[in-house]
Nanobody
Framework: QVQLVESGGGLVQAGGSLTLSCAAS????????MGWYRQAPGKERELLAG???????NYANSVKGRFTISRDNTKNMVYLQMNSLKPEDTAVYYC???????????????WGQGTQVTVSS
């Protein structure tokens, strides 16, 4: 069983910063791409940032220059450093990753349970 568990969400004032963490656990061979998404009430889930196993990153225009994704392959962790937060960043933030199973080919995608980020004005 593979799990992704996010932490670090909370309430912050506009202009502030938060760092989200996501820990992967369970039985798997390796983790390929990892990413952070968010979903605000009444809106679709959107991709914010992705990172390959080798460290290549990509960002949504809405967070480029403010958010930074990083990962630690030795700890099976992915992080999202969020700076200059705005009220419109308020949402549930989800971690996502592609896992390579130990005994089969291909990759399996998993989601974390989400962590709430609320930015007050």
């Amino acid at each position: 069983q593979v799990q992704l568990v996010e932490s670090g969400g909370g309430l912050v004032q506009a202009g502030g910063s938060l760092t989200l963490s996501c820990a992967a656990s369970g039985s798997f061979f390796s983790i390929n791409a990892m990413g952070w998404y968010r979903q605000a009430p009444g809106k679709e889930r959107e991709l914010l940032a992705g990172i390959t196993r080798g460290g290549n990153t990509n960002y949504a225009n809405s967070v480029k220059g403010r958010f930074t994704i990083s990962r630690d392959n030795t700890k099976n962790m992915v992080y999202l450093q969020m700076n200059s937060l705005k009220p419109e960043d308020t949402a549930v933030y989800y971690c996502n990753a592609d896992f390579k199973p130990r005994f089969s080919s291909g990759y399996v995608n998993y989601w974390g349970q989400g962590t709430q980020v609320t930015v007050s004005s």
